[in-house]
């Protein structure tokens, strides 16, 4: 039966996110019922092309790519895939009417991955930025709201400030990881050797305004979601205040993260935070 099917590659999705990242893992669980599951399924899909870019040394990264984005294509079209994880995510494409342009634009910034690895202007690392985070906030925007386009239409711009704010704080957390094992430089003009504390602060300035006005958003989203999204941006705010407190030399050198315990006491916080409504 395909209800069986069906079940199996959410399952798959839900494990890809456990696997991948505690802290969205985390954020996730702290969705409601009616909407956790999307995300999972959105998750495992954008986790997959990521992996392809960015991991599979060995392989031939462009091929896989080309046969991950032809199996999507025929997913999204035939709505199954006997890939569980784009079987999961046609569901979710297709019950939340999500504009095949996010999809479009996500796979094209996944594709520069291959082959592009610095971005000199800030109009391309903008277009990169949009593609690599800022659809992916509108996708699970299109769940937060559960279709609805007048609400969407009034949160996307916050959506997408917080899926670039999430996006270049882990830029600035990856920095010597992306330089040098996979040779990409995605600030312009700012590579690893070039890092220093000026350079530092004006990166975590703009990153403190994105999050300043994807804050005014996660206060309008519906409650199904709020506090879910809210976690996230406590623990991503948490990691940009590890950043701003490294030197830029450190940076350089190693890669920073909040331990598990901590995630977990931010966690106790911040549903505080969320039921005096402090947020």
């Known amino acids: 039966m395909k209800s069986i099917f069906d079940n199996v590659s ?30 999972y399924n959105i ?20 091929n896989l790519f080309n046969k991950f984005e032809h199996d999507l ?3 999204l079209e035939d709505k199954i895939s006997l890939n569980p994880i784009l079987n999961a995510f046609q569901d ?12 479009d634009s996500f796979m094209k910034s996944m594709r520069l991955d291959l082959y592009k690895n610095n971005y000199l202007t800030q109009q391309e690392f903008k277009a990169y930025i949009y593609g690599s985070a800022d659809v992916v906030g509108l ?5 937060f709201v559960k279709g609805n386009n007048d609400k969407y239409e009034e949160l996307k711009d916050s959506a997408m400030r917080l899926g670039s704010a999430f996006q270049k704080v882990n830029f600035l957390r990856d920095l010597k990881a992306d330089f040098e094992d996979l040779n990409r430089s995605y600030f312009p003009n700012t590579d690893l050797s070039q890092l220093n504390e000026v350079s530092k602060k004006a990166i975590i ?3 403190e305004e994105d999050f300043a006005q994807g804050l005014k958003g996660i206060k309008k989203l519906p409650l199904e979601a709020r506090f879910g999204v809210f976690m996230a941006y406590r623990y991503y ?6 950043l701003k407190k490294t030197p830029a030399v450190q940076i350089k050198s190693t890669r920073i993260r909040v331990a598990n315990y901590k995630k977990f006491e931010l966690l106790t916080r911040s549903y505080v935070k969320y039921q005096l409504n402090l947020i």
């Not at 990521?50 to 991991?55: A, L, Q």
């Not at 979710?92 to 999809?103: A, G, K, S």
């Not at 705010?237 to 590890?242: A, H, P, S, W």
């Open 43 to 62: 998750y495992g899909f954008v986790r997959f092309a990521d992996e392809i870019v960015d991991s599979f040394y060995d392989y031939d990264k462009e």
């Open 10 to 39: 959410r399952t798959c999705s839900k494990m890809v996110t456990n696997a991948y990242s505690t802290s969205f893992s985390l954020a996730t669980k702290m969705l409601s019922d009616s909407i956790r599951q999307d995300i």
């Open 139 to 143: 996708m699970c925007l299109k769940v």
């Open 205 to 207: 300035a703009e990153i």
């Open 92 to 103: 979710t494409f297709h019950t939340y009417q999500i504009d095949e342009h996010l999809v």
């Open 73 to 75: 294509k025929l997913a």
């Open 237 to 242: 705010n948490k990691l940009l205040d590890k």
